[in-house]
């Protein structure tokens, strides 16, 4: 049986990780600008307060974990009066030893491991769309412990260190994306995975994207009647099916392209099309270049 997750997160290509011990003592607040990339933190000891733009919000206690999928500018503080300090994560210099907000002396009040990632994925606006902006998940211990293995694992450089942290990091955005909470309102991927009906549609148009699937077909493997389907899809999934069934094609034709030496007519059956032409003027309509041109801007870094 496919597994959606799975396969988005390995099309996500996470990489080049940076992960700091992070504290905080008195009085203290720090406001980051939007980054874009995915960061994550992990609170091992006390607790503070979390404002993300666009949530409400939060206070993170010891055993809590919060992803965020493409982090927007947020404001971590303490619990004494404190004017932030401004920090803009594109343009700030990486600390070598443990991050210290507030009083420098004596115990902390919060110690937390955070971090940021990337995407290497060419297309990986359009599937962290289809993620929670944040995730907020207590008393799940693997997840802290992923982390710190994470922060380890960045600080040093031994033989193997990139590959270990791409890993890693799969792992942990599996473990954090499977045990989100199953209350999540926004849609999503996340939000059609936990509705047994459109899940089983997923895992049918996942498990064999060079179908040529219809509406009927997936709402028949939802068990569902079209209308009733179409409607639950997209107010789950935030995407029409065939919709989602391009944006899906196209992600994974695009990694296909980068990847692999691969012929048009390759790329094009793997994906359900019957010829490289049918697949260029569909790939050329949904980027606005053709295959070619996208390979060549994808080498040289345009």
Not at 22 to 29: E, L, N, Q, Y
Not at 44 to 70: H, N, Q, S, W
Not at 167 to 184: D, Q
Not at 188 to 213: N, T, V
Request: aromatic content about 8%; hydrophobic content about 45%; charged content about 25%.
């Amino acid at each position: 049986m496919s597994d959606p997750l799975s396969q988005m997160i390995q099309l996500l290509r996470p990489r080049a990780v940076f992960s700091k011990e992070i504290s905080g003592a008195g009085a203290w607040a720090v406001r980051y600008a939007a980054f874009g990339q995915p960061g994550f933190c992990a609170v091992t000891e006390g607790r503070c307060r979390l404002a993300v733009e666009g949530e409400a919000p939060v206070i993170l206690e010891e055993g809590d974990f919060v992803l965020l999928a493409a982090t927007p500018a947020f404001t971590m503080l303490g619990f004494e009066p404190a004017s932030p300090v401004r920090i803009d994560p594109k343009t700030a210099t990486s600390p070598d030893r443990e991050v210290r907000h507030g009083r420098k002396e004596g115990p902390a009040d919060v110690r937390q491991f955070g971090g940021w990632f990337t995407f290497d994925a060419p297309d990986a606006g359009l599937m962290v769309s289809l993620l929670p902006r944040m995730i907020h998940i207590r008393g799940v211990p693997r997840l802290t412990q992923l982390v710190r293995l994470l922060g380890e694992e960045a600080a040093g450089d031994a033989m193997g260190r990139d590959l270990i942290l791409g890993r890693l990091v799969e792992i942990l955005l599996i473990e954090a994306l499977r045990t989100a909470p199953t209350t999540l309102t926004e849609p999503g991927l996340l939000r059609g995975l936990a509705d047994p009906r459109i899940a089983a549609a997923l895992r049918e148009l996942h498990g064999a994207i060079d179908r040529d699937w219809t509406v009927p077909q997936l709402a028949e493997a939802a068990g569902l009647s079209r209308s009733a389907f179409f409607d639950r899809f997209a107010r789950t999934v935030g995407l029409r099916p065939m919709e989602y069934l391009l944006a899906w094609r196209m992600a994974v034709a695009k990694n296909l392209l980068c990847g692999r030496k691969l012929s048009l007519d390759e790329v094009a059956g793997q994906i359900g099309y019957g010829s490289a032409s049918t697949f260029s003027t569909a790939f050329s309509r949904h980027v606005g270049m053709p295959p070619g041109r996208f390979v060549k801007l994808s080498e040289t870094g345009g």
